[in-house]
T-cell receptor
């Protein structure tokens, strides 16, 4: 059974810092890995999707990398802003087609 | 393009009562998912539909939970009778198809259920 772990569980940084969120998974036989953002009281918004054959994806200030062999992914956020404050969830799509989510990292960016 | 719609947004019931949630996916999306998200946890898949048919319901507590997707569009998720541990946010998501490596799921705002 696929297990997804996210570290740290919570993170507080001052505005302008670059930061890294970590995700690890136990079964490397995946179709893709996605990073989502969840704001309080709202649903999930997909940020980046990395296919199993890819190593990284970029969107604006966000960069996600995937090392399938070691079961790790990182989400890099450059020049963080207070509007980036949210919970970030990592999810792995494996042979069962379902998304397996981690518990998330709660990010607070202070002005 | 309209997103995934869910109603109600909030529901408070007493244990042993029944409750139903409704989801309208993005037009043209063949696959619909129901997830349960308990506070402090990531979402857990309850059931996945491909058009009218069930693809995966292995984690659905079938003694109390049921779901249907009539005509391959809207879906309802029902809990009867509810237990305290059912308190959670119920998220509906949809995607064009379930099998592709690039298939992205789009989530609705969720229904927050509190069981007293």
């Amino acid at each position: 059974k696929q297990e997804v772990t996210q570290i740290p569980a919570a993170l507080s940084v001052p505005e302008g810092e670059n930061l890294v969120l970590n995700c690890s998974f136990t079964d490397s036989a995946i179709y893709n890995l996605q990073w989502f953002r969840q704001d309080p009281g709202k649903g999930l918004t997909s940020l980046l999707l990395i296919q199993s054959s890819q190593r990284e994806q970029t969107s604006g200030r966000l960069n996600a990398s995937l090392d399938k062999s070691s079961g790790r992914s990182t989400l890099y956020i450059a020049a963080s802003q207070p509007g980036d404050s949210a919970t970030y969830l990592c999810a792995v799509k494996d042979s069962g087609y379902a998304l397996n989510f981690g518990k998330g990292t709660s990010l607070l960016v202070t002005p | 393009e309209a997103g995934v719609a869910q109603s109600p947004r909030y529901k408070i019931i007493e244990k042993r009562q029944s409750v139903a949630f409704w989801c309208n996916p993005i037009s043209g999306h063949a696959t619909l998912y129901w997830y349960q998200q308990i506070l402090g946890q990531g979402p857990k898949l309850l059931i996945q539909f491909q058009n009218n048919g069930v693809v995966d319901d292995s984690q659905l507590p079938k003694d109390r939970f049921s779901a249907e997707r009539l005509k391959g569009v809207d879906s309802t998720l029902k809990i009867q009778p509810a237990k305290l541990e059912d308190s959670a946010v119920y998220l509906c998501a949809s995607s064009l198809n379930s099998g592709g490596a690039t298939d992205t799921q789009y989530f609705g705002p969720g229904t927050r259920l509190t069981v007293l």
